[in-house]
């Protein structure tokens, strides 16, 4: 029971906020703002808008390809459909329940590939930790490269409160390890063979012998992402004369902003709108620039990720 109700928390709580974000920001406008929105969707060029997805999609293929070398490495193999619709199902699932789609991407290498299921989600943690890196290192370059920029925004994050709260978390974290470590405990022991398969997928990344080509995709990715930001700048006359540094910027907000409820519903296009305020852009075209990618990237999500859950059963019957 308690598991149910957190699991249900789990797809309420983010989802709930994405719909109070949108409607907070619905009432902040006023009448002429929300003509003025109403405006940009209708005028904006969306040729830009399918090519910033179309970009989009070759990020997927490419992350869908880069898989193979740390499946490979550990002595599998699955066919790039399956691998492809794996990581579609994995960005619509994250769209229902977080972090869910990592699990359910597993769940299909293992059903439709012969994958074991502990050894497919180490080769995704493995992905992720790198995602994680590069991630960062735009959040890193970003911050130095825009500080001026961006000091009065930082200037509004409690810094003090997110110390006490890493403090905390990283004597949990210690505290965890040692119990871990030394523990004796019978479900402790189960629970270590089950981790030993996952650590296995998640260090195949570096010990692997195909790492540049590896790390050269996982680079293209994340261009992808930003690159669909700055074509997609293009669809409106009030962004077209945006910096790249401030596509770069937005994008990176961006990003963190997605984490704060079911696929950044609501948050999103908040997130950007306010960037984009800091370097003379309007906040209803901001706005609008926001819900734009935000829309046109879910729909495509909703696509490919629901095709590949009618597909793979086709193609794979005998699975």
């Known amino acids: 029971m ?15 906020l994405g719909v109070f974000l949108i409607i ?17 969707f209708k005028n904006a060029d969306y040729l830009y808008v399918y090519l910033g997805l179309f970009v989009g999609v070759t990020g997927f293929l490419a992350r869908a390809y880069r898989w193979k070398y740390t499946l490979a490495h550990m002595g599998y193999t699955a066919p790039f459909p399956v691998k492809f619709g794996a990581v579609c199902i994995t960005y619509l699932m994250n769209m229902t329940i977080p972090r869910s789609g990592e699990v359910s991407r597993a769940l299909v290498l293992k059903r439709y590939a012969g994958v074991p299921f ?17 991630l960062l290192f735009c959040m890193g370059g970003t911050v130095l490269l825009q500080f001026n920029d961006l000091k009065e925004y930082l200037s509004t994050i409690p810094f003090q409160k997110l110390l006490v709260y890493g403090t905390v978390a990283l004597l949990l974290f210690i505290s965890s390890v040692i119990f871990y470590i030394y523990s004796k405990a019978e479900w402790l022991k189960k629970l270590k063979l089950k981790i030993s398969g996952l650590v296995e997928g998640v260090l195949s ?13 996982s680079v293209y990715i994340w261009f992808t992402y930003i690159l669909v930001f700055y074509i997609t700048i293009f669809c409106l006359p009030e962004t077209s004369n945006l910096s790249f540094s401030a596509v770069a910027t937005a994008f990176v907000v961006g990003s963190i902003a997605i984490t704060f409820s079911n696929g950044g519903l609501g948050v999103f296009p908040v997130a950007v709108a306010n960037i984009y305020a800091m370097y003379g852009i309007s906040y209803t075209a901001g706005t609008a620039f926001g819900w734009i990618v935000w829309a046109s990237q879910v729909t495509v999500i909703i696509f490919l990720g629901g095709l590949s859950f009618l597909i793979l059963p086709l193609l794979y019957r005998k699975k």
């Open 2 to 16: 308690k598991k149910k109700i957190t699991r249900i928390l789990s797809i309420l709580l983010p989802l709930t």
């Open 24 to 40: 907070y920001s619905y009432r902040q406008l006023t009448p002429e703002q929300l003509a003025n929105l109403a405006v940009s």
């Open 118 to 134: 502990d050894k497919g989600l180490g080769t995704i943690i493995s992905e992720r930790v790198v995602d994680l890196f590069i």
């Open 205 to 217: 990344v570096f010990k692997m012998p195909n790492k540049w080509p590896f790390l050269l995709l």
